[in-house]
């Protein structure tokens, strides 16, 4: 397989969780506007029961969070044409690239952004492999496919379609939205329940956004998996934490800001128990009824309001 493994410096993608710290599709512009800025309003991801019939489509929308990916030294190309395609701005959620050609994300020697490839020949869900430089959307799936060179066992992950606004991923899979550069690009990755970590692959881990959770390989490195840990968004904390309003965590250096706070179960009377003065809160009551498809009773170890 041609290509190369990343150095261990990516956690979630487009891969997994909203400043561009950190994140390989970075943050989420779909309401934000643009990169760099953040809103308590960001657009959101919604996820389906994992075990749901994944062959019909559904809308979900997405958190950005995922980490800064080093594609280290690019492979030798020999200048084929097929690699050497300027970055265009096309939209992976309209495939607006034109007949024969697809628009992809790249991390690769042409930049970071989105760009018309010509596609391979492999369906969603088949193995493939990048046929140029690593995680550059030149790869050997076909049409709206993108080989996700972050698993283990590198296979044609779908990319989101519908719009920025209101994506669209089959049932199962939530659409996790990033920057890639200035373009906003989308993965369907599997949804996941915080409290149910079983539900992803060994490599992978649930990923809590605001709105939904997704299985995404970590690099815990990169992300704050500590309470009291400054953060924007849910996703850029790690396994087994999320960002609530950092008045309500323990430790954290700004009240007015957001911090990570350990994820707890509300029906566990041990839950939180590591805290002086923090209980477990449901997630809905830090963050909002209606803020995804979590179990009642996923919440933060949180100080009372």
Do not use: W
Request: glycine residues 12%.
């Amino acid at each position: 397989m041609s290509g190369h493994r990343p150095r261990a410096t990516f956690a979630l993608l487009l891969l997994v969780g909203c400043v561009r710290t950190n994140a390989a599709f970075g943050e989420d512009a779909a309401s934000t506007g643009g990169p760099g800025s953040t809103s308590s309003s960001d657009a959101t991801t919604q996820s389906t029961n994992p075990t749901d019939d994944p062959s019909t489509p559904e809308t979900t929308g997405g958190n950005p969070t995922d980490p800064v990916l080093d594609v280290g030294e690019p492979d030798t190309t020999d200048g084929d044409s097929l690699c050497e395609v300027p970055l265009s701005g096309c939209s992976t959620f309209l495939q607006d690239c034109g007949e024969g050609k697809a628009c992809r994300p790249t991390l690769g020697a042409q930049g970071e952004g989105t760009r018309c490839v010509i596609p391979g020949d492999e369906p969603i869900d088949a193995e493939c492999e990048p046929l140029c430089n690593f995680a550059d959307g030149i790869d050997t799936c076909k049409g709206a496919g993108f080989c996700d060179v972050f698993s283990d066992d590198p296979t044609c992950i779908q990319l989101c379609g519908g719009t920025v606004e209101e994506p669209e991923c089959p049932k199962g899979r939530t659409c996790l939205r990033r920057f890639i550069g200035d373009d906003i690009v989308g993965l369907c990755r599997t949804s996941c329940r915080p409290l149910n970590p079983e539900e992803c692959e060994q490599d992978e881990a649930c990923i809590v956004t605001r709105q939904g959770a997704v299985c995404a390989p970590v690099d815990e490195a990169l992300f704050p998996a500590a309470h009291g840990a400054p953060c924007s968004d849910a996703g850029l904390c790690g396994f087994g934490f999320v960002c609530i309003d950092g008045g309500r965590v323990e430790g954290c250096p700004d009240e007015n800001g957001q911090c990570c706070a350990e994820q707890c179960d509300t029906m566990d009377p041990s839950a939180c128990s590591d805290f002086a003065d923090s209980s477990c809160v449901s997630y809905n009551e830090l963050e909002g009824l209606g803020i995804g498809p979590f179990d009642a009773s996923f919440g933060g170890c949180a100080l009372p309001s």
